[in-house]
């Protein structure tokens, strides 16, 4: 497990849109790695699964993805975090990212984590929007007792109703009883799932607020999606935060 005192920082574009993006991005990240003396990982995903509509966009897919994530580790040397939907994926995943995430609604999918565990690479396991905090000691049970030799832990808000999400900043504390690293979702967790005419809506102005809201609960990383024009992202428009605020941000959290 990590006991590193620096906390961890994810950040990048929700679904990967072109080369030009992907460069964009990593040299940002790259900028502020080197101002702040931090390693943040990178982070997209080849393929959005799980979409509101079947129209929505969903990325390049996997081979393609998994060669442009490649070009960029090579390129940046950033390390590279992406998620993956089904056991099958993890194999060619592993080969790649450094760290495979397991989306939250996907958390308790067995074969899932224990193929992940079986790559040796970390897995990042975010918490299901229908579960407590203190419930993911299953779901890493199951990737520990497959071989996983590092497991995070990823807050990222709980329904409680319809179109909306509410963080219980108390689960980040119950997940640090399991593990010791405990990531906070700061984009997804504003998200208003379903609620904007077919896809998924939110507001980004509580992205700073939820950082440094899950710092004072003791969060040990933070994951945040950005974008130089987030208004035009192809996915989760209306969450990620501006590229251009995200090392004013960091340096907040780590001041």
Avoid at 123 to 129: E, P, S, T
Avoid at 178 to 201: E, F, L, N, Y
Wanted: charged letters at 20%; one cysteine or more.
């Amino acid at each position: 497990m990590n006991n590193n005192t620096s906390p961890i920082f994810i950040a990048g574009p929700c679904v990967i849109e072109s080369a030009e993006l992907l460069d964009t991005v990593a040299r940002q990240l790259v900028d502020i790695n080197e101002r702040l003396g931090i390693n943040i990982i990178f982070k997209a995903s080849f393929d959005k699964a799980n979409r509101t509509s079947i129209g929505s966009f969903r990325g390049p897919g996997i081979d393609k993805g998994l060669q442009m994530l490649a070009d960029v580790k090579r390129k940046y040397g950033l390390r590279i975090t992406t998620d993956i939907h089904e056991s099958w994926q993890a194999a060619p995943v592993g080969e790649v990212c450094d760290v495979l995430q397991i989306p939250a609604f996907l958390c308790r999918q067995t074969d899932l984590l224990v193929a992940a565990a079986r790559t040796g690479r970390v897995v990042n396991i975010k918490k299901a929007q229908f579960l407590s905090g203190a419930d993911m000691v299953y779901p890493v049970q199951k990737a520990m007792e497959s071989g996983a030799n590092e497991v995070w832990l990823t807050e990222r808000g709980n329904c409680f109703g319809y179109n909306n999400l509410v963080v219980d900043f108390r689960n980040i504390a119950d997940m640090k009883e399991i593990v010791p690293t405990v990531i906070m979702d700061c984009t997804h967790s504003v998200q208003r799932p379903s609620a904007g005419d077919g896809k998924t809506v939110g507001d980004r102005k509580f992205v700073p607020s939820m950082a440094l809201a899950a710092r004072a609960f003791g969060a040990t990383g933070y994951f945040f999606e950005v974008h130089p024009n987030p208004d035009e992202g192809k996915s989760d428009a209306a969450n990620m935060l501006e590229l251009d605020k995200l090392g004013h941000l960091i340096q907040t959290l780590l001041s």
